[in-house]
């Protein structure tokens, strides 16, 4: 059972472009929301995160968007960069059991010069 | 900086093997986790362990088992490789404590089972 689903799998963008990767939960109880990215051959590392009182977070090129009725949250990156391509997973995790994640999917993005 | 090793970054097995997957972290952290990453599938949750000698089962534990006898080290074990046991596995470890603390993950091991 897929608690977290993210979309879309794959995704390419001219440089300078504004990819866009959703992801929807299920879990009411979650209350925390890091997205991940991951380079060829390194382990994941955390990006940027929410928390569901707050409706949006930037740091950077990078913005988390959290829409809490709708039960969903995407990462945008203005002026993306061909560097950022990279494989991104959101996740999410709960009071209880805190320090599980629960992983999306993934996104690999591509952004083409 | 944080760092997660781990012991192999490509290991080929043979089936029914017994497999050793060994992490270490340098940063004092309570918390430790095994993943595995497929395609299509993202990271799953194999095992933690918030504790030297505990663990807990994650979401996908079947086929393995996980051993923590220091603070610093945490082992991934498959008992008899399989096929479907072919994957990366990725280490991670946090501070712990009540707060959703940042995990840092290790390079991985991609694991080919013949």
């Known amino acids: 059972q897929q608690q977290v689903k993210q979309s879309p799998q794959s995704l390419i963008v001219q440089k300078g472009g504004i990819p866009i990767i959703n992801c929807a939960y299920e879990?009411?109880?979650?209350?925390?929301f890091p997205w991940y990215q991951q380079f060829p051959g390194k382990g994941p590392a955390l990006l940027i995160a929410?928390?569901?009182?707050?409706s949006e977070k930037k740091e950077g090129r990078f913005t988390i968007s959290f829409n809490k009725s709708a039960k969903q949250f995407s990462l945008h990156i203005m002026d993306s960069q061909p560097g950022d391509s990279a494989t991104y997973f959101c996740?999410?995790?709960?009071?209880?059991?805190?320090?599980?994640?629960?992983f999306g999917q993934g996104t690999r993005l591509t952004i083409n010069p | 900086d944080v760092k997660v090793t781990q012991s192999s970054r490509y290991l080929v097995k043979r089936t029914g093997e017994k497999v050793f997957l060994e992490c270490v972290q340098d940063?004092?952290?309570?918390?430790m986790f095994w993943y595995r990453q497929d395609p299509g599938l993202g990271l799953r949750l194999i095992y933690f362990s918030y504790d030297v000698k505990m663990k807990e089962k994650g979401d996908i534990p079947e086929g393995y088992s996980v051993s923590r006898e220091k603070k610093e080290r945490f082992s991934l074990i498959l008992e008899s490789a399989s096929t479907n046991q072919t994957s990366m596995y990725l280490c991670?470890?946090?501070?712990?404590?009540?707060?959703?603390?940042?995990?840092?993950f290790g390079p991985g091991t991609r694991l080919l089972v013949l």
């Open positions: 991670a470890s946090s501070l712990g404590g009540a707060r959703r603390e940042t995990q840092y």
């Open positions: 929410i928390r569901p009182d707050v």
């Open positions: 996740a999410a995790s709960r009071i209880q059991g805190a320090q599980k994640l629960v």
């Open positions: 879990n009411t109880a979650f209350d925390y």
């Open positions: 940063m004092d952290h309570e918390n």
